[in-house]
């Protein structure tokens, strides 16, 4: 695997923009068997940071701009005009290398939805195979879980006194413990979290995927690389321009560009390229290539908001940062068993369930985090964690219906685009949020939880009737970093790309990344979109 800035006018069949979830998945299966020549480029640089691989240890760079895109949102019209912070990985392997290391596949009724809608090949049954394909889960089933694949897959069991008693708590306000929620039949109600690591370390797709593949020499990684446009011979990509070093380059592509930059950046660069809605495009003095109207719409995203609380014992993360004893007992158990909190980097326990008998299907989680602060990017006594021993109860929306938009503001590609999720613009998603703190108080008051807690210290007990609810919901809502949808998939006027994920009215040119799905998968995003990496190599591969 060659690497560093290639000199301008390098060629290659395929060039795949971005080494994140998708983008390494795509070197690695493009690459195989030594056929073609794939260059695949990365903004930001290595993964060698050690606090990428412990998990735990995410919580140092979270703030850290070497490593992360610190993205700002537009004022947030019904979250009190706050702006939100849109924290993405600009590392190898992009987000997959700082986030909260879940492993979920998601609802399999929301892929059915896919196909139903006409993505064809898109049902939980069609990407059944690609799950089992990209997992390594030895203790799974193997007729719907996946041993020896390239990411690892650990189930979290029996996993601290706080979690055990969430369980419990979980199961006497009614919902039923599972044993795999990734079974593909048991995604409603209450389980231990699975996590995307092998032996305690974090299994990114640059671990999993590009590590095997860098002794080929048919593959070639430039970091610190910035695309800045995909160029055209009328309605085909022939390549890309992007800077290194300071200095401009361009790479030329045979076969096809492939734009795996996220659904944050990669509408942007279709914009910056003339591929978009043609008025927006003339209004930001871009010239227009191909009238593509649905670029940067659909911007979804999962929000969360949250409930606080003083545990009466030294058991929380909160303990452990504050704790030399505690953080070298900890650290003692990860160097020789590989276990304890150090492995786990967000929650460790969760329950889906249906806000209302109405509801056709699990629509609202609440999760456990065994750590407490002003907000979620509190994870470190710096950012805000609590003094005190502390736990999260998070309340998130699995299917939420507020939609909003990205486009970039000016040709500058250094410029960042305006981001509008237009956070509980639908009133739904905010009724549900009061319901889903209901239920989250009911979950704490259970005998198996109450035992452990103090107080309740946000919002506390003086936030109960509707009005200071809504108030602190529209207050605290944050992202869960879960961005979908900017290039959807399908065939109306409004796709961006067709099933095969090939940008619609162009030629050469794919897009596989989260910016494709139609919708949220229901829950986490960064399984499904290596799942639809897996998928996309093959349709390449299929010409």
Known sequence: MASGAQPSGASFDYVIVGAGSAGCVLANRLSEGGRHTVLLLEAGGKDSNYNIHVPILVANILRDERLTWPLMTEPQTFLKGQRQLWVQGKVLGGSSSINGNLYVRGDPAEYDAWATRGCNGWSYADLLPYFRKLEDFPSGDPRVRGHGGPVGCTQL????????????ACEQAGSPRRADYNDGESYEGTFYSQYSTRKGFRSSTAVAYLRPAQGRANLTVVTGALATQVHFEGTRATGVDYVADGAKHHATAHREVILSAGALHTPKLLELSGVGNAQILQARGIAVTHHLPGVGENLRDHTATRLTFE????????????????????????LFKREGLLTISSSTAQTNLRASPQSPRADLLLRLQPFSGKDRYARTPKLGMDAFPGFTISIGILNPRSVGSLHVKSPDPNEQAAMDPRYLSDEHDLRMYVQGIRIAREVAAQPALKKLIVRETRPGPVVHDEATVVDYIKSTV??????????????????????????????????????????????????????????????????
């Open 157 to 168: 069991r029996d996993f601290d006194p706080l979690s055990n008693a969430f369980i419990d």
């Open 311 to 334: 545990c009466n014992q030294h058991i929380t993360i909160n303990d452990i940062a504050r704790s030399p004893w505690l953080k070298m007992k900890e650290g003692l158990r990860f």
């Open 478 to 543: 944050q992202t869960s970093w879960h961005m979908v949808g900017t290039c959807r998939m399908g065939h109306d006027e409004m796709a961006v790309v067709d099933p095969q994920l090939r940008v619609r009215g162009l030629a050469n040119l794919r897009v596989v990344d989260a910016s494709v799905f139609p919708t949220i998968p229901s829950s986490n995003t960064n399984i499904p979109t290596i799942a639809v990496a897996e998928k996309a190599a093959d349709l390449i591969a299929a010409g």
